[in-house]
Nanobody
């Protein structure tokens, strides 16, 4: 069973930046895999933030456009989310997702809190 582990969350002031990273369990690489970052705020449904299809161009939620960047790091085999100009409304638990064929994998999430 593939496991994804997120890291990089924390507390940051509005306007600040964070970089989230998602690493898979040993033996799994992100080649030919669609990856994404989702978030879920208290009392709200989980929503897509950024998505990188296998071999394709990244897609972003309107709320993330111009501020967030999703990318893979081949040397470290991670999927990262660079978040700039953070706002209090970005506060949520952020989850990494990987989709390969009919299999989908989730991490347990990392908390991001943006103070005003």
């Amino acid at each position: 069973q593939v496991q994804l582990v997120e890291s990089g969350g924390g507390l940051v002031q509005a306007g600040g930046s964070l970089r989230l990273s998602c690493a898979p369990s040993r033996g799994f690489i992100f080649t030919f895999t669609a990856v994404g970052w989702y978030r879920q705020a208290p009392g709200k449904e989980r929503e897509l933030v950024a998505y990188l299809p296998a071999g394709g161009s990244p897609k972003y939620a309107d709320s993330a456009k111009g501020r967030f960047t999703i990318f893979t790091t081949n040397t470290k085999n991670t999927v990262d989310l660079q978040m700039n100009s953070l706002k209090p409304e970005d506060t949520a638990v952020y989850y990494c997702n990987a989709l390969r064929g009919s299999s989908t994998y989730w991490g347990e999430g990392t908390q991001v809190t943006v103070s005003s």
